[in-house]
């Protein structure tokens, strides 16, 4: 019985230490993890410190900001927050840029 139990604790000791070291070399050495890393510190940070700018078709500079954000996308969209809690969409399409900023 006894020879068992030290068996079935050397095994979870082997397991726990497997999934540890997977789990490190996945968070540290994978472009998937390291963006799951950040994206853990965006969300529970309130962002991350970031310089936002947009051009227009010709290239020129329409917006610019720096600050910490935390920002999501979809295809055709870019959506922040900024510092001051103010949620910004920027809509992209073929030939225009719609820019649509929260108002307190």
């Known amino acids: 019985m006894k020879k068992g139990i030290i068996t079935l604790v050397i095994v979870a000791v082997i397991i726990i ?3 540890g070291g997977c ?3 996945y968070f540290t050495d994978t472009a998937s993890g390291v963006r799951t890393v950040k994206n853990v510190q965006s969300e529970t940070s309130n962002g991350i410190e ?3 700018t947009v051009y227009n078709a010709d290239g020129k500079a329409i917006m610019h900001f720096k ?3 935390d920002i999501s ?3 055709r969209s870019l959506q922040y927050i900024d510092q001051q ?3 910004h969409n920027i809509y ?3 030939n225009t840029t719609v820019i649509v900023n929260e108002l307190k």
């Open 17 to 19: 230490f497997g999934i």
């Open 23 to 25: 789990s490190y070399w």
């Open 50 to 52: 970031r310089e936002i």
């Open 67 to 69: 600050g910490k954000f």
């Open 73 to 75: 996308h979809s295809s």
């Open 85 to 87: 809690n103010m949620k």
């Open 92 to 94: 992209f399409g073929d």
